[in-house]
């Protein structure tokens, strides 16, 4: 089992120490480290004796693993590039989602909404499950296509609610209230769900590697493929339909305490609940479900039942 996994699975079986852990693992310091760093840290990792059981003591592993986590894909192995690293995440994001969030016309909505979900979808790409295999050699080129015509799709249905307004010129106060108030948070929220779903397909379709818990594989489940992604998506809607629904929640009691009364002040106080909101639930989302996944024994298929005695077999959830 890869050095990652095996932390994950010793230090993260509690969502709260999860949270901590990402809290730490999605420290944009980590983008500033070279590749060398990176390989001295995981032959650290491989050296040293460190056991599934034994709490991180050291200061210099506890380090190594955090850069191994910020870097390092747990399937292959290979470090993954800066733009897509999860510490990267933030604040690539950030921006994306708060031109999204502004009132502007649907044509520049699109825009905004394309660029972040090109962005969200090549970041599910690299940090998806890496143990997927396709007979005809043909996966990679397959997730690209349907990450485009998902990315395509999610932008325009984004965009959709303002462009049939301004197509009609609806301007009543309920049509504002729908397309600018009700529909942005869950249609935002269901389309980062679904770039993840569009984009991961594959995983459910033709399976992923399970592990024993000494890191043995036993073989590949559609059934584990399946639940990494469904957590995987789920736990990325939640993300983005609260950062959008939250603070424009908070902005109906700012406009109505009327403390900030310009429309830049506005704006910048909906800046900052955002940032705010995005801050505090990226480390809750990303450790919403173990990294390590788990599924029982008796939910796998009949070819993996009989081929091992443990209850309980692991994967690589992805993020």
């Not at 043995?216 to 983005?240: D, H, N, P, Y």
């Not at 995005?278 to 039942?305: D, N, T, Y």
Request: proline share 6%; hydrophobic share 45%.
């Amino acid at each position: 089992m890869d050095a990652n996994l095996r932390l994950w699975r010793s230090e993260g079986p509690s969502f709260w120490q999860r949270l901590l852990l990402w809290a730490d693992v999605l420290d944009p310091l980590h983008l500033l480290k070279s590749a060398d760093e990176i390989r001295k840290a995981r032959l650290l990792l491989e050296n040293s004796k460190k056991t599934q059981s034994e709490p991180i003591q050291n200061h210099q592993t506890k380090q190594a693993f955090l850069l191994s986590l910020a870097s390092v894909h747990p399937d292959t192995g290979k470090i993954i590039p800066v733009f897509f690293r999860p510490p990267a995440f933030l604040p690539v994001t950030l921006p994306l989602v708060i031109s999204s969030s502004l009132q502007l016309q649907a044509k520049q909505i699109f825009l905004c909404q394309f660029a972040f979900h090109a962005y969200t979808t090549g970041f599910t790409l690299f940090n998806g499950n890496g143990t997927t295999k396709d007979q005809e050699n043909s996966l990679h080129q397959k997730q690209i296509l349907l990450g485009v015509g998902a990315v395509s799709y999610a932008a325009l249905l984004g965009a959709f609610p303002f462009i049939f307004m301004d197509r009609y010129t609806l301007k009543s106060p309920i049509t504002q209230l729908i397309v600018k108030r009700l529909l942005p948070a869950p249609l935002f929220g269901l389309m980062s769900a679904f770039t993840v779903v569009a984009v991961r397909s594959p995983e459910f379709e033709n399976g992923i590697e399970v592990m024993d818990r000494n890191g043995k594989v036993v073989g590949v489940s559609q059934k584990a493929g399946e639940k990494a992604v469904k957590e995987t998506a789920l736990s990325r809607g939640i993300l983005f339909g609260t950062a959008f629904f939250l603070p424009a929640a908070l902005m109906h009691f700012v406009e109505r305490a009327n403390t900030a009364r310009t429309p830049r002040a506005l704006a910048s106080v909906k800046m900052l609940l955002i940032t705010a909101v995005l801050a505090g639930m990226l480390p809750a989302s990303f450790g919403m479900f173990p990294q390590c996944g788990e599924i029982k024994r008796e939910e796998l298929e009949a070819e993996i039942l009989s081929s091992t005695e443990e209850t309980v077999l692991f994967y690589n959830r992805g993020i």
